[in-house]
Protein backbone atom coordinates (compact mmCIF):
# COMPACT_ATOMS: atom_id res chain seq x y z
CA UNK A 1 0.00 0.00 0.00
CA UNK A 2 1.73 3.47 -0.73
CA UNK A 3 1.67 6.57 0.91
CA UNK A 4 -0.81 8.33 -1.03
CA UNK A 5 -3.74 5.31 -0.01
CA UNK A 6 -3.02 5.16 3.54
CA UNK A 7 -2.38 9.26 4.39
CA UNK A 8 -1.93 10.49 7.49
CA UNK A 9 -4.95 12.82 7.85
CA UNK A 10 -7.84 12.56 5.80
CA UNK A 11 -7.93 15.00 2.55
CA UNK A 12 -7.95 18.76 3.79
CA UNK A 13 -10.85 21.14 2.07
CA UNK A 14 -9.74 22.98 -1.57
CA UNK A 15 -8.33 26.45 -0.64
CA UNK A 16 -10.75 29.09 -1.52
CA UNK A 17 -9.47 32.70 -1.57
CA UNK A 18 -11.76 34.61 1.30
CA UNK A 19 -13.83 37.56 0.52
CA UNK A 20 -15.91 38.84 3.02
CA UNK A 21 -19.09 39.72 1.25
CA UNK A 22 -21.93 41.61 3.43
CA UNK A 23 -25.53 41.81 2.67
CA UNK A 24 -27.18 45.18 2.45
CA UNK A 25 -28.77 44.56 5.97
CA UNK A 26 -25.49 43.56 7.62
CA UNK A 27 -23.77 47.01 5.42
CA UNK A 28 -26.46 49.07 7.53
CA UNK A 29 -26.55 46.84 10.36
CA UNK A 30 -23.18 46.04 11.60
CA UNK A 31 -22.16 50.08 11.43
CA UNK A 32 -25.22 50.73 13.86
CA UNK A 33 -24.38 47.87 15.60
CA UNK A 34 -20.54 49.81 15.93
CA UNK A 35 -21.73 53.26 16.49
CA UNK A 36 -23.18 52.23 20.40
CA UNK A 37 -20.05 50.91 21.62
CA UNK A 38 -17.83 53.61 19.57
CA UNK A 39 -19.84 56.38 21.35
CA UNK A 40 -19.75 54.59 24.83
CA UNK A 41 -15.71 54.88 24.69
CA UNK A 42 -15.94 58.57 23.67
CA UNK A 43 -17.98 58.93 26.68
CA UNK A 44 -21.51 59.92 25.18
CA UNK A 45 -23.65 57.47 27.17
CA UNK A 46 -21.72 57.79 30.39
CA UNK A 47 -21.77 59.62 33.18
CA UNK A 48 -21.03 63.22 33.86
CA UNK A 49 -20.94 65.96 35.87
CA UNK A 50 -21.17 69.88 35.50
CA UNK A 51 -19.87 72.41 37.51
CA UNK A 52 -21.54 76.18 37.85
CA UNK A 53 -20.30 79.29 39.58
CA UNK A 54 -22.32 82.30 40.20
CA UNK A 55 -20.75 84.98 42.43
CA UNK A 56 -23.44 88.10 44.40
CA UNK A 57 -21.66 90.95 46.61
CA UNK A 58 -22.60 88.23 49.76
CA UNK A 59 -22.45 85.18 47.94
CA UNK A 60 -20.29 82.64 46.24
CA UNK A 61 -22.00 79.76 45.03
CA UNK A 62 -20.66 76.49 43.16
CA UNK A 63 -22.47 73.84 41.89
CA UNK A 64 -21.63 70.23 41.08
CA UNK A 65 -24.18 68.79 39.77
CA UNK A 66 -24.71 65.31 37.70
CA UNK A 67 -25.35 66.33 33.66
CA UNK A 68 -25.75 62.80 32.75
CA UNK A 69 -27.43 59.80 34.88
CA UNK A 70 -28.63 56.53 34.09
CA UNK A 71 -31.64 54.74 35.35
CA UNK A 72 -31.18 53.55 38.90
CA UNK A 73 -28.26 54.95 39.42
CA UNK A 74 -27.01 57.34 42.11
CA UNK A 75 -26.02 61.05 41.50
CA UNK A 76 -24.34 63.61 43.69
CA UNK A 77 -25.67 67.35 43.21
CA UNK A 78 -23.13 69.09 45.70
CA UNK A 79 -24.09 72.97 46.13
CA UNK A 80 -20.80 75.10 48.30
CA UNK A 81 -22.43 78.37 49.44
CA UNK A 82 -19.17 80.90 50.63
CA UNK A 83 -19.93 84.15 52.27
CA UNK A 84 -18.04 87.02 50.19
CA UNK A 85 -19.71 89.71 52.33
CA UNK A 86 -17.72 91.33 55.15
CA UNK A 87 -20.44 90.58 57.71
CA UNK A 88 -21.81 86.88 59.29
CA UNK A 89 -24.69 85.96 57.29
CA UNK A 90 -27.30 85.31 59.43
CA UNK A 91 -29.42 83.18 57.21
CA UNK A 92 -29.21 81.87 53.51
CA UNK A 93 -31.89 79.74 52.40
CA UNK A 94 -30.56 77.02 49.72
CA UNK A 95 -33.65 76.16 47.72
CA UNK A 96 -33.95 73.25 45.13
CA UNK A 97 -36.19 73.57 42.60
CA UNK A 98 -39.06 71.26 43.72
CA UNK A 99 -40.18 70.48 39.43
CA UNK A 100 -36.38 69.17 39.38
CA UNK A 101 -35.76 67.07 42.62
CA UNK A 102 -39.31 65.35 41.86
CA UNK A 103 -38.17 63.56 39.26
CA UNK A 104 -35.50 61.96 40.95
CA UNK A 105 -36.52 59.20 43.74
CA UNK A 106 -34.82 58.04 47.09
CA UNK A 107 -33.73 62.01 47.16
CA UNK A 108 -31.67 62.14 50.29
CA UNK A 109 -30.51 65.91 51.05
CA UNK A 110 -27.71 67.13 53.91
CA UNK A 111 -28.28 68.95 55.84
CA UNK A 112 -31.74 67.80 56.13
CA UNK A 113 -34.11 70.53 54.74
CA UNK A 114 -37.05 71.76 57.23
CA UNK A 115 -39.33 72.65 54.56
CA UNK A 116 -39.53 70.91 51.34
CA UNK A 117 -36.08 71.48 49.06
CA UNK A 118 -35.05 74.93 51.26
CA UNK A 119 -32.29 74.24 53.09
CA UNK A 120 -31.54 76.68 56.12
CA UNK A 121 -27.93 77.56 56.43
CA UNK A 122 -27.74 79.97 59.76
CA UNK A 123 -24.81 82.13 61.29
CA UNK A 124 -22.13 81.75 58.12
CA UNK A 125 -19.15 83.93 58.53
CA UNK A 126 -16.97 85.95 56.64
CA UNK A 127 -15.30 83.09 53.78
CA UNK A 128 -16.52 80.28 55.67
CA UNK A 129 -17.94 78.16 53.16
CA UNK A 130 -20.72 75.48 53.67
CA UNK A 131 -22.00 72.49 51.80
CA UNK A 132 -24.82 71.23 50.81
CA UNK A 133 -25.49 67.56 49.41
CA UNK A 134 -27.85 66.06 48.07
CA UNK A 135 -28.15 61.74 46.52
CA UNK A 136 -30.25 61.64 43.39
CA UNK A 137 -31.61 58.77 42.13
CA UNK A 138 -32.50 58.24 38.37
CA UNK A 139 -36.33 57.60 37.81
CA UNK A 140 -37.79 59.54 34.89
CA UNK A 141 -36.24 59.47 31.16
CA UNK A 142 -35.22 62.10 29.77
CA UNK A 143 -33.92 66.04 30.39
CA UNK A 144 -34.88 67.41 34.33
CA UNK A 145 -33.93 71.36 34.23
CA UNK A 146 -34.92 73.31 37.55
CA UNK A 147 -32.64 76.19 39.58
CA UNK A 148 -30.73 76.24 42.95
CA UNK A 149 -31.60 79.29 44.32
CA UNK A 150 -29.00 80.85 47.28
CA UNK A 151 -31.10 83.73 49.36
CA UNK A 152 -30.05 86.12 52.09
CA UNK A 153 -31.54 88.59 53.31
CA UNK A 154 -31.10 91.46 50.49
CA UNK A 155 -29.33 88.99 48.07
CA UNK A 156 -29.77 86.25 45.70
CA UNK A 157 -27.88 84.19 43.47
CA UNK A 158 -29.47 81.33 41.22
CA UNK A 159 -27.94 78.80 39.14
CA UNK A 160 -29.86 76.35 36.28
CA UNK A 161 -29.34 72.84 36.39
CA UNK A 162 -29.59 70.50 33.64
CA UNK A 163 -29.65 66.56 34.27
CA UNK A 164 -30.41 63.91 31.49
CA UNK A 165 -31.23 60.61 32.83
CA UNK A 166 -30.83 57.87 30.49
CA UNK A 167 -33.25 55.28 30.00
CA UNK B 1 -17.53 52.87 28.88
CA UNK B 2 -16.33 50.39 31.73
CA UNK B 3 -19.32 48.23 30.24
CA UNK B 4 -17.62 48.15 26.78
CA UNK B 5 -14.09 47.09 28.41
CA UNK B 6 -15.76 44.39 30.94
CA UNK B 7 -17.94 42.36 27.62
CA UNK B 8 -14.71 42.21 25.90
CA UNK B 9 -12.76 41.30 28.55
CA UNK B 10 -15.35 38.74 29.82
CA UNK B 11 -15.41 37.77 25.97
CA UNK B 12 -11.65 36.98 25.77
CA UNK B 13 -11.51 35.34 28.91
CA UNK B 14 -14.36 32.50 28.36
CA UNK B 15 -12.90 31.95 24.87
CA UNK B 16 -9.46 31.76 26.59
CA UNK B 17 -11.04 29.51 28.78
CA UNK B 18 -12.52 26.87 26.11
CA UNK B 19 -9.42 26.90 24.31
CA UNK B 20 -7.44 25.85 27.00
CA UNK B 21 -10.00 23.10 27.88
CA UNK B 22 -9.87 22.13 24.68
CA UNK B 23 -12.72 20.11 22.04
CA UNK B 24 -13.42 17.72 24.36
CA UNK B 25 -15.91 20.31 26.36
CA UNK B 26 -17.33 22.03 22.95
CA UNK B 27 -20.18 19.81 22.08
CA UNK B 28 -23.09 20.91 20.25
CA UNK B 29 -22.66 24.87 20.05
CA UNK B 30 -19.76 26.74 18.12
CA UNK B 31 -17.38 28.30 20.76
CA UNK B 32 -18.68 31.58 19.60
CA UNK B 33 -22.27 30.66 19.85
CA UNK B 34 -21.19 29.11 23.54
CA UNK B 35 -19.95 32.11 24.47
CA UNK B 36 -22.84 34.58 23.23
CA UNK B 37 -24.96 32.42 24.98
CA UNK B 38 -22.86 32.76 28.28
CA UNK B 39 -22.70 36.03 28.50
CA UNK B 40 -26.19 37.74 26.97
CA UNK B 41 -27.55 36.37 30.50
CA UNK B 42 -24.36 38.29 31.97
CA UNK B 43 -25.08 41.49 30.56
CA UNK B 44 -27.98 41.66 32.43
CA UNK B 45 -26.60 40.82 35.42
CA UNK B 46 -25.19 42.60 38.57
CA UNK B 47 -21.70 40.94 38.19
CA UNK B 48 -20.86 42.82 35.04
CA UNK B 49 -22.61 45.74 34.99
CA UNK B 50 -21.94 46.91 38.23
CA UNK B 51 -25.58 47.05 39.38
CA UNK B 52 -26.65 49.24 36.52
CA UNK B 53 -30.04 47.70 35.36
CA UNK B 54 -30.77 50.17 32.89
CA UNK B 55 -31.49 49.42 29.23
CA UNK B 56 -28.85 51.90 27.88
CA UNK B 57 -25.96 49.98 30.03
CA UNK B 58 -27.95 46.43 28.28
CA UNK B 59 -27.94 47.70 25.02
CA UNK B 60 -24.31 48.90 25.42
CA UNK B 61 -22.97 45.49 26.48
CA UNK B 62 -24.85 43.31 23.84
CA UNK B 63 -23.85 45.23 21.01
CA UNK B 64 -20.66 45.18 21.67
CA UNK B 65 -20.68 41.22 22.04
CA UNK B 66 -22.67 41.24 19.13
CA UNK B 67 -19.79 43.65 17.47
CA UNK B 68 -17.21 41.10 18.57
CA UNK B 69 -19.02 38.39 17.05
CA UNK B 70 -19.28 39.73 14.04
CA UNK B 71 -15.16 40.94 13.90
CA UNK B 72 -13.77 37.75 15.31
CA UNK B 73 -16.09 35.57 12.74
CA UNK B 74 -14.84 38.27 10.17
CA UNK B 75 -11.16 37.93 11.05
CA UNK B 76 -11.71 34.03 11.41
CA UNK B 77 -13.20 34.02 7.80
CA UNK B 78 -10.60 36.78 6.14
CA UNK B 79 -7.40 34.61 8.35
CA UNK B 80 -6.49 31.38 8.30
CA UNK B 81 -3.63 32.28 11.19
CA UNK B 82 -6.19 33.67 13.38
CA UNK B 83 -9.31 31.08 12.38
CA UNK B 84 -6.28 28.67 13.76
CA UNK B 85 -5.81 30.99 17.15
CA UNK B 86 -9.59 30.99 17.31
CA UNK B 87 -11.12 27.66 16.63
CA UNK B 88 -9.28 24.41 17.62
CA UNK B 89 -7.81 22.10 14.16
CA UNK B 90 -9.23 18.86 13.83
CA UNK B 91 -7.85 15.62 15.28
CA UNK B 92 -7.90 12.40 13.80
CA UNK B 93 -8.72 9.86 16.47
CA UNK B 94 -9.62 7.04 14.08
CA UNK B 95 -7.05 6.43 10.58
CA UNK B 96 -8.41 3.04 8.39
CA UNK B 97 -9.47 1.23 11.46
CA UNK B 98 -6.87 1.79 13.93
CA UNK B 99 -7.29 3.70 17.24
CA UNK B 100 -4.53 6.47 17.51
CA UNK B 101 -4.33 6.56 21.28
CA UNK B 102 -1.96 9.71 21.34
CA UNK B 103 -4.85 11.59 19.89
CA UNK B 104 -7.48 9.93 21.85
CA UNK B 105 -5.37 10.65 25.31
CA UNK B 106 -4.65 14.07 24.20
CA UNK B 107 -8.59 14.99 23.53
CA UNK B 108 -9.55 12.77 26.76
CA UNK B 109 -11.82 11.16 24.15
CA UNK B 110 -12.19 7.53 25.30
CA UNK B 111 -13.17 4.18 22.90
CA UNK B 112 -16.45 3.80 24.57
CA UNK B 113 -16.63 7.75 22.85
CA UNK B 114 -15.77 6.46 19.61
CA UNK B 115 -18.06 3.17 19.69
CA UNK B 116 -21.00 5.30 20.95
CA UNK B 117 -20.47 7.55 18.18
CA UNK B 118 -20.22 4.53 15.71
CA UNK B 119 -23.36 3.40 17.17
CA UNK B 120 -25.55 5.95 16.53
CA UNK B 121 -24.34 5.57 12.36
CA UNK B 122 -24.74 2.09 12.51
CA UNK B 123 -21.48 0.80 12.44
CA UNK B 124 -19.99 -1.99 14.88
CA UNK B 125 -16.39 -2.47 14.45
CA UNK B 126 -13.37 -0.09 14.38
CA UNK B 127 -12.89 -1.56 10.39
CA UNK B 128 -15.42 -0.46 9.24
CA UNK B 129 -14.13 3.57 9.42
CA UNK B 130 -12.24 4.96 7.44
CA UNK B 131 -11.60 7.93 9.53
CA UNK B 132 -13.18 9.57 12.90
CA UNK B 133 -12.19 13.02 13.27
CA UNK B 134 -13.03 15.03 16.57
CA UNK B 135 -13.66 18.40 14.94
CA UNK B 136 -13.19 21.74 15.85
CA UNK B 137 -16.43 22.61 17.48
CA UNK B 138 -15.94 18.79 19.04
CA UNK B 139 -18.36 16.93 16.96
CA UNK B 140 -16.56 13.08 16.27
CA UNK B 141 -17.02 13.30 12.83
CA UNK B 142 -17.19 9.27 11.17
CA UNK B 143 -15.90 8.74 7.50
CA UNK B 144 -17.07 4.67 6.85
CA UNK B 145 -14.50 2.96 4.51
CA UNK B 146 -15.58 1.84 1.11
CA UNK B 147 -16.86 -1.26 0.44
CA UNK B 148 -19.55 -3.01 2.50
CA UNK B 149 -19.59 -1.01 5.80
CA UNK B 150 -20.93 2.06 3.89
CA UNK B 151 -24.09 0.20 3.65
CA UNK B 152 -24.93 0.22 7.29
CA UNK B 153 -24.72 4.22 7.75
CA UNK B 154 -27.98 5.22 7.55
CA UNK B 155 -27.27 8.49 4.99
CA UNK B 156 -25.04 7.65 2.70
CA UNK B 157 -26.14 10.62 0.64
CA UNK B 158 -23.76 12.77 3.06
CA UNK B 159 -21.69 14.73 0.64
CA UNK B 160 -17.65 14.68 1.43
CA UNK B 161 -15.40 13.65 4.17
CA UNK B 162 -18.06 14.74 6.94
CA UNK B 163 -20.13 11.67 5.96
CA UNK B 164 -21.90 11.83 9.36
CA UNK B 165 -20.91 13.29 12.39
CA UNK B 166 -22.34 12.75 16.01
CA UNK B 167 -22.28 15.33 19.13
CA UNK B 168 -20.44 14.15 22.18
CA UNK B 169 -23.90 15.26 24.08
CA UNK B 170 -25.98 12.76 22.42
CA UNK B 171 -23.78 10.12 24.28
CA UNK B 172 -25.71 8.18 26.85
Not at chain 1, 37 to 64: C, I, K, Q, W, Y
Not at chain 1, 89 to 98: E, G, M, N, R, V
Not at chain 2, 17 to 39: A, N, Y
Request: aromatic share 8%; glycine share 6%; hydrophobic share 45%.
Amino acid sequence: MTTEQDPVSPPSPPLVAPRLSLTGKQLVGIPLLAVIPLLTLLGVFGEGRTTTHVVSPAVDMRVVYPSRLRYRQIGLLEVAVRNVSGHTLDTLALSLDTAYVTRFSSVRIDPAPRLAYIVALTAIKPRETRLVAAELWGQDYGSHTGHIVATTPGDSVSSRIQTFVFP
Amino acid sequence: METVFRVAFVYVFVWGCFRILGKRELTQMSPFELVTLLLIPQLFSRALTRQDYSMTNAVIGSTTLFLLVFLTSAASYRSARFARLMQAEPTVLVRRGQLLDEHLNRERISVGDIYSAMHKVGLQHLAQLEWAILEGDGKIALVPAAGGSAAQVPDQSFRGAAANSTSLLDRG
